[in-house]
């Protein structure tokens, strides 16, 4: 059964969000394009059990192989990740 989670709406003072992105570390993600501007990407957010139910069932339809997907990044949230997927897709124009 799946129950529905409400967050409240939280505003954050730009000062303590400058001081809380300081102290977390993030990864950082190269999203330059390279030389083909035909470029789709595919962003999954989620806890890691849903992200990954989501990579496996592009597999299954013939989408995109598991492995060309990012590794589990870490959001703000706790307990939720998320992955991403490059394609570059032909375009006739």
């Known amino acids: 059964m799946m129950t529905d989670v409400k967050r409240a709406d939280c505003s954050v003072d730009p000062a303590l969000a400058k001081v809380l992105a300081e102290e977390i570390p993030q990864p950082l993600i190269d999203l330059r394009d390279r030389p083909s501007p035909e470029i789709l990407r595919v962003l999954a957010i989620g806890s ?41 897709i032909v375009t006739s124009e």
């Open 48 to 88: 890691p059990q849903v992200v990954n139910n989501f990579v496996m069932s592009l597999f299954q339809l013939g989408y995109a192989r598991p492995e060309e997907w990012s590794r589990q990044l870490p959001t703000i949230n706790p307990g939720e990740v998320m992955r991403i997927l490059t394609k570059r």
